[in-house]
């Protein structure tokens, strides 16, 4: 908010009115150029001072709907230097500092909790800040999450997944608490039951493995039945609830969809079961059905 | 142009409550922020949320031990609130069902934790941040409260009064990522900031990429002043690579630390004769960091912590998670080698100046949680105290902002609080690159009396300008400014603090801000640009970072998290008092305010603290 | 999102259709591939071998039966596949009824078959 | 502005190198399922020879069956048909497994033993199939 950098734009227009349109126009590109010039100067440079140097080849997805050369997807080369504990993100974070400040990508926390980073590393979704790169083949190749809609480079657009989660109804029922500092009990074997469950950062790993989801859009997915779960299974849930969940997951979207392909549980960055999950309300789904027969 | 009661800036712990409580009060709530909510940093969050729930404790308690805690300098009003609200908050989350641990009776479960009296810290497994967020998120959604995620909010919409106490925000400027939008946000009621910890101050944090302290920054430039800002608790062993946290637990088990020599340096150094690596946090991180700058860790860097001695079966049985934390953060199995440690910046006491309704001294403007300071951490935090902040004053924000009956608060704020001017020597001026006073305290122009949509109209408009300025022209990229901000910052105000080094920090950041008049964006895009985002929050690193050293090299004397090299004492008669750096017509001003240490019923009295 | 989840179809019932089927078509394929490979070779099919064998009138059942789990269990499973393609609409009322066309022709025809081999030509 | 890139479909295939174990075993599932299926059809077809049959003459069903296991083609195919119901019977025995929650951390062991079991009978069922008239 500094009226320093306004001053600098008011000269600059006042420069600018002189101009034709067209001359202002040259000009521009001119910079851009220079620009581009530059940035290969400075990615010449950078690279040349790692001659010596243990590096790491990332071979990165690249895509923006709004500029020329990069309008048609390519994939980007850069290298980076190696050390130890170094991981996919912070490889991504380097080449982004030091050589393209337009690599785009959701990161945040580092540490697996915020779900911003999942990504399709050599082949599989992972968490880029929780895979390590010694572990990788070299050259590492990093796109974005498949099946969803790139927005730009590697991030992709959520939105379908957040749909999905929210379909499910994914809150607790807090019509029937007890009042004030009274707690509802629960007992440890029902809290471990739902364990695993409650471990979803909302990452999509899952979702973008499954081809059904893939196929199918509508398909809840992996991430809001385990969703559904957490609370289906919790005991402290009200029945009334639970059973206006179980019908939303057996609609024909639901858990019938699921055709045990195993993919999700085996790229869930936090281990969940998922697949377990799914069968375990498929089960419950029919039990619940013969009820009312 | 958007338009609701209740703008909620944030939606880590602290907004999401807040945003519940305006609801429930009736308000049409907005919540802002640059992450999706889940994504907010108090997912990290592994201990656990203080409440004295059980037969046995009781909020006085804990009261006590954070007073003792803060070292004297948390405000009594601030404390007595957050541990009488702290049981019905935590209650509260289970009702909404919240997957807590449970007793054996199916209570809630509690465990001890450094600094209390009683094992009052109520927790979910080591993920209780994770739950905290995802159960408060879950009643966002079934409340259907709007949220605009990925909405980078970059200045606030204030009125142009002379004296910030006059002033009144009436909404906020946000840019929304995936479009490139700069849209505004009227805000009938009030503006809650609840932006989190300021972490990327520093270059090794357990704080998370997005912790810009954005929303201090920006409370900073309209008038608000940062409290007690040199106040930063340090954490001893984080992994070197990334800043992920090494939970005390490994040295509470019987975890060692080395140096390069092989030397058990908190012994044979004379660190901690008695205790060794179980003393507490800040002396085992000056302690690893004097080795470090003896040229006796390892690279320059780190320190070893070594577990291998327990046992396999042992660590594998109490300590599972750090075996997986090592392997994939660090790469190294801690199992067969020992890990690399080092201090990490973990939380900021300080931060945007509020009663304890949240309220600054702008009207209209509240702050919640690590962003704000109604004082309840003084010069130290304890442990499973900030998750409570989250609740509670997040709570009382969002219910005040909606509906202000407005109980007249005891904590004053603004400069009428001030009860003594601060003088400190500084090496180069600090503040604002050119003449002062261009850039208006408020940034709302001539607006006084204006009807908030203009007011809001025009702050837009000038962050349209200063965004087509930063895209269109050459100029330097701001990762080379932050890197070297950083830098400064974790070897000249990190756990040792020298008046030389503060001084130098100084010239440095003021070197930072002469840098980022050149700064500018190249990336040309108006679809998901951080590299625009990351130029502004640069700005913001800088403001904070300065108020930050300011702060640290006035306060002469050695309390809490701060440590000076010349002042070894705490000392009451002259220093217990809250330092306040108010951004004044672009040149910070630094003035201290008394802490109240007049209890509900009780005067709490300063005394050694040691545990 | 919600109300895409309107209420009437619930798939539970062709699941466990599937399911059940599927038990049923293990023994019984096990058994048919055993009898007319291994027991009987292919090749040595005569019409009067199997006029002997479709006389009885467990085998006979059993054959029908199987002709019709047989067929539920494929033209379900086909039909689910297409529709986790993303087979909706109005193409999959379409390709719905074809499909019921198709296993009801299968059926009968398979029926009379069955009764031929008898060796009474009623059909 | 806020275009975005499908990558559609397309790429699902061409990325069978990264699929694990329990995607194979879908696609093997899947694909045995239609085989079967269409040899259903096809079957009831071959054997409506069986009406005239019934009808008087006996030899058109089984010259026509007999004719058609002399063709080596159709013994060759028939190893195929066998080796496509086992695999379905061995996986569908695993999903049903599956389906009710069990061995699931077990579950790509249990595709390589289908897998393996398969090719074992189909091996030593080779004999039967294509010995008899050489
Ligand atoms: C590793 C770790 C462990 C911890 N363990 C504990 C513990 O055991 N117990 C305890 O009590 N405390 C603990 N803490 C401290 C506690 O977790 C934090 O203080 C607390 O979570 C901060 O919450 P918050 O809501 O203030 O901010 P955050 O959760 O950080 O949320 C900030 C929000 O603001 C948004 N935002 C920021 N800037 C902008 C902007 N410009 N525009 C729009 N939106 C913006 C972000 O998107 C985000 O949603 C821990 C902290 C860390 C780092
Ligand atoms: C003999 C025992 C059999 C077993 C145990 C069995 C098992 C199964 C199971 C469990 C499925 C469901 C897969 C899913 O929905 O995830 C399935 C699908 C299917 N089965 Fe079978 N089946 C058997 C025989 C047959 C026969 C004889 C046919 C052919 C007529 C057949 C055709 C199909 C088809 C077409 C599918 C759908 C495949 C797909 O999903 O595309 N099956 N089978
Ligand atoms: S279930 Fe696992 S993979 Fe799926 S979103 Fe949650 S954490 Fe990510
Ligand atoms: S990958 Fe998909 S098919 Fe089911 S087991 Fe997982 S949801
Ligand atoms: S950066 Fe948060 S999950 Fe990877």
């Known amino acids: 908010m500094s009226t320093q950098i306004q001053e600098q734009e008011s000269e600059q227009e006042e420069q600018q009115q002189g101009e034709s349109v067209p001359a202002q126009q040259q000009r521009r590109m001119d910079q851009k150029r220079e620009r581009a010039a530059d940035e290969e100067r400075q990615r010449e440079r950078v690279e040349s001072s790692l001659d010596d140097e243990d590096t790491r080849t990332l071979k990165v997805f690249r895509y923006d709907p709004e500029v020329e ?28 500092d030091h050589y393209d400040s337009s690599l785009t990508f959701r990161h945040s926390c580092r540490q697996a909790i915020c779900g911003s980073d999942a990504l399709f590393v050599n082949g599989s979704q992972r968490l880029g800040c929780k895979t390590q790169l010694a572990d990788l083949q070299n050259p590492v190749r990093i796109e974005p999450l498949p099946h969803q809609e790139v927005v730009k480079d590697l991030v992709v657009d959520m939105q379908h997944f957040y749909d999905q989660m929210d379909a499910v109804q994914p809150y607790f029922n807090d019509d029937d608490v007890p009042d004030g500092l009274e707690e509802q009990r629960q007992t440890r074997e029902n809290r471990e039951k739902i364990k695993m469950s409650t471990r979803c950062i909302w990452c999509g790993a899952c979702m973008s493995s499954c081809n059904i989801a893939a196929g199918d859009n509508e398909y809840l997915g ?22 206006e969940r179980l019908e939303i997951l057996e609609q024909e979207n639901g858990v019938w969809r699921c055709q045990t392909q195993f993919s999700c549980t085996e790229v869930c960055p936090k281990d969940i079961p998922l697949t377990d999950h799914i069968q375990e309300l498929k089960r419950e789904a029919v039990k619940n059905n013969l009820k009312f027969w | 142009m958007h338009e609701h009661d209740v703008i909620v800036v944030g939606a880590g712990g602290a907004g999401l409550r807040a945003a519940i409580a305006a609801q429930e009060e009736g308000a049409d709530v907005a919540l802002v922020s640059k992450l999706h909510p889940v994504r907010s940093h108090t997912g990290a969050a592994e201990g656990g949320i203080n409440a004295a729930l059980r037969d046995g404790d009781s909020w006085e308690d804990h009261a006590y031990d954070t007073m003792k805690g803060s070292d004297y300098l948390g405000d009594a009003p601030a404390i007595e609130t957050l541990c009488q609200d702290s049981p019905q908050e935590t209650m509260q989350l289970e009702h909404w069902g919240m997957a807590f641990s449970r007793d054996d009776d199916g209570r809630v479960s509690q465990r001890p934790f450094g600094g209390l009296s009683f094992p009052r810290t109520t927790y979910a497994g080591a993920e209780t941040g994770h739950h905290l967020l995802h159960t408060m998120y879950e ?70 990429v997005a912790n810009t302290g954005d929303g201090p920054a920006m409370a900073y430039r309209a008038g608000v002043p940062l409290e007690d ?42 660190y901690a004769n008695n205790v060794g690596e179980l003393a507490s946090r800040d002396v085992v991180a000056r302690a690893e960091l004097t080795e470090i700058n003896a040229g006796r860790g390892f690279e320059d860097d780190y320190v070893l912590l070594d577990m291998r001695h327990l046992g396999e079966e042992r660590i594998t049985d109490r300590l599972e998670n750090i075996i997986h934390l090592s392997e994939d953060f660090e790469g190294v199995n801690p199992l067969e080698e020992p890990m690399p440690v080092k201090p990490g910046q ?18 209209g403007l509240y702050a919640a949680g690590e962003c704000a300071c109604v004082s309840v951490h003084g010069a130290n935090r304890l442990g499973g105290n900030a998750l409570p902040e989250l609740i509670v004053f997040g709570a009382r924000a969002g219910r005040h902002a909606a509906h202000r009956e407005k109980g007249e608060s005891q904590i004053k704020t603004g400069p009428s609080a001030k009860t003594e001017d601060g003088v400190v020597d500084t090496p180069v001026t600090p503040g604002e690159v050119g003449s002062p006073g261009d850039d208006v305290a408020a940034d709302g122009g001539a607006l006084v009396d204006a009807p908030a949509g203009e007011v809001v109209n025009r702050a837009v408009e000038q962050e349209r300008a200063r965004v087509e300025h930063l895209m269109e022209r050459d100029g330097t990229n701001h990762a080379e400014i932050r890197a070297d901000l950083q830098e400064t910052m974790t070897a000249n105000v990190n756990v040792f603090r020298e008046e030389e080094g503060l001084k130098q920090a100084l010239r440095d950041i003021r070197e930072c801000r002469e840098r980022y008049q050149d700064v500018a964006v190249s990336d040309p895009s108006h679809t998901f640009n951080t590299d625009l985002i990351h130029t502004i929050e640069t700005r913001n690193l800088i403001d904070i970072a300065e108020a930050l050293t300011l702060g640290a090299l006035a306060r002469e004397e050695f309390r809490g998290a701060h440590w000076r090299a010349e002042f070894q004492e705490r000392r009451d008669e002259e220093w217990l008092k809250h330092t306040m750096v108010a951004w004044n017509d672009g040149r910070p001003e630094l003035y201290y305010t008394d802490v109240i240490l007049e209890g509900e019923d009780k005067e709490y009295e300063p005394k050694v603290r040691s545990y | 999102m919600a109300e895409h989840y309107s209420s009437f179809s619930r798939h539970g019932t062709g699941w466990l259709l599937q399911r059940l089927t599927a038990v049923f078509l293990i023994g019984v394929l096990a058994f048919h591939f055993m009898l007319l490979h291994f027991v009987n070779h292919a090749a040595d099919v005569t019409f009067m071998g199997t006029q002997m064998r479709m006389q009885q009138l467990g085998y006979f059942v059993t054959m029908i039966a199987f002709l019709v789990t047989a067929t539920f269990h494929g033209v379900n499973g086909v039909y689910n596949a297409l529709v986790n393609q993303g087979l909706a609409g109005t193409q999959r009322t379409v390709v719905k009824w074809s499909l019921v066309a198709a296993s009801v022709a299968l059926v009968l025809q398979g029926i009379r078959v069955a009764f031929a081999m008898t060796g009474s030509p009623i059909l | 502005m806020s275009q975005s890139y499908d990558r559609g479909l397309v790429e699902d295939f061409g990325r069978w190198r990264d699929f694990s174990a329990g995607m194979w075993a879908w696609v093997f599932h899947k694909f045995t399922g239609w085989v079967l299926i269409g040899y259903l059809f096809t079957h009831i077809a071959v054997l409506s020879t069986a009406i005239p049959a019934a009808g008087g003459d006996p030899s058109i069903y089984t010259n026509t069956l007999q004719g058609l296991e002399d063709l080596l083609v159709v013994r060759f195919l028939e190893v195929g048909l066998l080796a496509v119901a086992v695999f379905h019977i061995l996986n569908g025995i695993r999903l049903l497994f599956v389906d009710l929650g069990v061995g699931l951390t077990a579950q790509d062991k249990s595709f390589y033993a289908s897998l393996v079991l398969t090719g074992a009978i189909v091996v030593a069922s080779i004999p039967t199939f294509l010995v008899g008239q050489l």
Not at chain 1, 85 to 95: E, F, Q, R
Not at chain 2, 346 to 363: F, K, L, P, Q, R
């Open chain 2, 139 to 208: 009643q966002v959604v079934k409340r259907g409260i709007r949220v605009y995620d990925e909405h980078y909010v970059m200045r606030l919409a204030v009125t142009d009064h002379e004296d910030p106490e006059e002033r009144r925000c009436r909404g906020a400027v946000a840019y929304d990522i995936k479009t490139g939008d700069i849209n505004g946000f009227v805000a009938n009621n009030g503006v809650i900031l609840a932006t989190g910890g300021p972490g990327q101050v520093f270059d090794h944090t357990t704080n998370a």
């Open chain 2, 229 to 270: 800002m040199e106040f930063i608790q340090f954490h001893p062993t984080t992994l070197p690579s990334t800043g992920v946290l090494i939970t005390e637990g490994v040295r509470g088990e019987g975890g060692i630390l080395y140096n390069k020599d092989g030397e058990r340096f908190m012994f044979e150094h004379g």
């Open chain 1, 222 to 243: 992996p991430a809001a039945i385990n969703k559904a779960y957490r609370f289906a299974m919790d005991d402290r849930e009200g029945e009334a609830m639970k059973q």
């Open chain 2, 346 to 363: 973990h939380y900021a006491m300080g931060g945007v100046e509020t009663d304890e309704n949240g309220e600054t001294c702008i009207s």
């Open chain 1, 69 to 96: 050369g990069k309008k048609d997807p390519r994939f980007d080369e850069f290298v980076v230097p190696f050390r130890k504990g170094m991981t996919v993100l912070d490889a991504l974070m380097w080449a982004r």
